[in-house]
């Protein structure tokens, strides 16, 4: 009943296109025509959720919000809407309508689900979710949608700077900054959270995912010496802060893979010199490697090459 209502409201509502002995002024607000009032539509909009009518529920949403802008009810409708998109996997048309809710009241009786629903549609991009092609709920979802959910984070953490979904939001926003390879930020969003949630859970992530950012800065980019110190340095503040904790190991050997990185660096150039003959620069850079990094395997390639050097007089 409740569905053939709403079709005969949607045809009353505008004039049909073909129709030409209609004039525009002869066609009546849906205020002032006879038939449900605004809060029967909101009734009925409920309804629609409570039986999971999500299309439904939508329709008549946007018939309040269209009809009667000006009715309390109007307020608190974009919220529905919005959650009965993220029900319907209509992740981008759910922010919209939850950022439009957010925006009519200084004080929204639903601030947190909101809240904790665009939160649900940024994860939902960062682990890959696309968006719809002109937003439109009829096209393929093929769009990337991270750079969305770096915006929906930024979002979170400045309407709830305290709140542990704020420290959910910027582990989720390092990750993507990482991703994009802007480490730089990536690192300063999870010191951010470090600070703010010193004790947290996620802050002892965060000690982790930093040492692992300094990995993939070390792994892409050209090779800077001070990244080990910030490493070692990002280690120890781990240690001091989580003396058991079993992730700290896992730091540990992101450092170790570092320190491989630019021993095999050094040992590189070390045999470049030494094909060119010139064996005193060798020297120099296979005793760095022993010197700097005497736990990596390229320490014993090193030791076998001036063990070498050594047995054929070169020093």
């Not at 792994?219 to 001070?226: A, F, G, K, M, V």
């Given at each position: 009943?409740?569905?053939?209502?709403?079709?005969?409201?949607?045809l009353?509502?505008a004039?049909?296109a073909?129709?030409?002995?209609?004039?525009?002024?002869?066609?009546?607000?849906l205020e002032?025509?006879?038939?449900?009032?605004?809060?029967?539509?909101?009734?009925?909009?409920?309804?629609?959720?409570?039986?999971a009518?999500?299309?439904?529920?939508?329709?008549?949403?946007?018939?309040?919000?269209?009809?009667?802008?000006?009715?309390?009810?109007?307020?608190?409708?974009?919220?529905?809407?919005?959650?009965?998109?993220?029900?319907?996997g209509?992740?981008?048309?759910?922010?919209?309508?939850?950022?439009?809710?957010?925006?009519?009241?200084?004080?929204?009786?639903?601030?947190?689900?909101?809240?904790?629903?665009?939160?649900?549609?940024a994860?939902?991009?960062r682990?890959?979710?696309?968006?719809?092609?002109f937003?439109s709920?009829?096209?393929?979802?093929?769009?990337?949608?991270?750079?969305?959910?770096?915006?929906i984070?930024?979002?979170?953490?400045?309407?709830?700077?305290?709140?542990?979904?704020a420290?959910?939001?910027?582990?989720g926003?390092?990750?993507?900054?990482a991703?994009?390879?802007?480490?730089?930020?990536?690192v300063?969003?999870?010191h951010?959270?470090i600070?703010r949630?010193p004790k947290?859970?996620?802050?002892?992530e965060?000690?982790?995912?930093?040492?692992?950012v300094?990995?993939s800065?070390a792994?892409?980019?050209?090779?800077?010496?001070?990244l080990l110190?910030?490493?070692?340095?990002?280690l120890?503040?781990?240690r001091?802060?989580?003396?058991?904790?079993?992730?700290?190991?896992?730091a540990?050997?992101?450092?170790?893979e570092?320190?491989?990185i630019?021993?095999?660096?050094?040992?590189?150039?070390?045999?470049?010199?030494?094909?060119?003959?010139?064996?005193?620069a060798?020297?120099?850079?296979f005793s760095?490697i022993?010197?700097?990094?005497?736990?990596?395997k390229?320490?014993?390639?090193?030791?076998e090459?001036?063990?070498?050097?050594?047995?054929?007089?070169?020093?």
């Open positions: 009943m409740r569905k053939k209502l709403l079709l005969a409201w949607l009353l509502a004039p049909f073909g129709a030409q002995e209609i004039e525009p002024d002869q066609v009546l607000p002032e025509q006879e038939g449900p009032s605004v809060q029967e539509f909101y009734s009925y909009m409920q309804e629609a959720i409570d039986e009518d999500w299309w439904a529920a939508i329709d008549f949403g946007q018939i309040v919000l269209y009809h009667f802008p000006d009715s309390p009810f109007g307020q608190e409708i974009p919220f529905f809407i919005g959650m009965a998109y993220l029900q319907l209509q992740h981008e048309l759910a922010n919209e309508s939850l950022s439009e809710y957010l925006k009519k009241s200084t004080s929204p009786k639903h601030f947190e689900e909101a809240i904790d629903a665009k939160f649900a549609v994860e939902f991009f682990e890959g979710g696309k968006k719809r092609l937003g709920h009829k096209l393929p979802a093929v769009l990337p949608a991270k750079e969305d959910a770096l915006t984070y930024d979002e979170i953490i400045a309407s709830m700077p305290h709140y542990e979904l420290a959910k939001a910027m582990i926003k390092a990750e993507i900054q991703y994009y390879e802007d480490f730089r930020p990536s300063e969003t999870l951010l959270l600070r949630f947290h859970e996620l802050a002892a965060s000690y982790l995912r930093i040492n692992q300094y990995l800065q792994l892409t980019q050209q090779l800077d010496p001070d110190d910030l490493a070692e340095m990002n120890r503040k781990f001091l802060a989580f003396p058991r904790e079993p992730r700290v190991a896992l540990e050997t992101a450092l170790a570092m320190k491989e630019f021993a095999q660096n050094l040992l590189e150039t070390g045999q470049f010199y030494k094909k060119r003959k010139q064996m005193d060798a020297i120099i850079y760095k022993v010197a700097k990094y005497p736990d990596s390229s320490a014993l390639v090193a030791k090459q001036l063990i070498e050097l050594q047995a054929t007089g070169h020093f």
